[in-house]
C-alpha cells in the first residue's frame, strides 16, 4: 500500500511543482486565493491562519496533503472536512454510495455510525473516526475521502505535452 520513495518522485516532480505555482500565480495575482461559499470547508481546512485565504505556502501544504500525505493526516483532513461546524464531533455523515455499494446513503451513515462511535452518544469524536477508520477498511474506504490525486494530477501532465507537442507539429 505505501508507494516506495523513487515512484513518489516519479508522481510529482519538481517542475510539477513549478508548473502549479505559475498557475497559481496567473490565477492569482495577488498571491492568495480567495474564498469562496462553494469551497468553505475546503478553504477552512487548508487555511491554517484562518485568514479567509489561501497563501502559497497554504496552497503547497494542501497539494502535498492531498499528493503525499500520511493516511493520518488525510483522515485528520477528511474529519475537518465531515465537521462542518467545526465544533469537534461529527453528528452526521453524508456519504454517496459507490456503483458496487448496494447501501443506501442513510444505511452507510447508519452503518459508520454502528462501527465507529464506540461510545454510543451519536457523535463521532476525532479519536473515535481516527480509529475506526484505521481498523475497519470499509468504513476506511467510505471516509478517507481519497480521490486518487496522483493519476489525476499525471493525466493532466500528460494532456499538456500531447497539447503543447500538438501545436508545435502545427507551426
Known amino acids: 500500500m505505501r508507494q516506495s520513495h523513487s515512484e513518489l518522485d516519479d508522481e510529482v516532480a519538481l517542475t510539477h511543482i513549478q508548473d502549479l505555482y505559475r498557475k497559481f500565480a496567473s490565477e492569482c495575482p495577488s498571491g492568495k486565493l480567495l474564498e469562496s461559499a462553494y469551497m468553505d470547508n475546503v478553504f477552512r481546512s487548508f487555511d491554517a491562519n484562518h485568514d479567509n485565504t489561501l497563501d502559497f505556502m497554504e496552497y503547497v501544504a494542501a497539494v502535498h496533503l492531498v499528493l503525499r500525505g500520511k493516511l493520518e493526516d488525510r483522515l485528520r483532513w477528511s474529519f475537518k ?27 452507510i451513515t447508519d452503518r459508520i455510525f454502528d462501527l465507529v462511535d464506540k461510545n454510543k452518544d451519536g457523535k463521532i469524536s476525532l479519536e473515535e473516526f481516527l480509529d475506526g477508520a484505521q481498523k475497519d477498511q470499509w468504513v476506511l474506504d467510505q471516509l478517507k475521502l481519497d480521490v486518487r490525486p496522483c493519476g489525476w494530477f499525471l493525466e493532466q501532465q500528460r494532456k499538456n505535452v500531447e497539447e503543447e507537442l500538438q501545436r508545435k507539429s502545427n507551426k
Do not use: A, F, K, M
Open 81 to 107: 472536512l465531515y465537521d462542518r461546524d467545526g465544533n469537534g464531533h461529527l453528528e452526521q455523515v453524508i456519504i454517496y454510495p459507490s456503483e458496487t455499494e448496494n447501501l443506501t446513503p442513510d444505511q
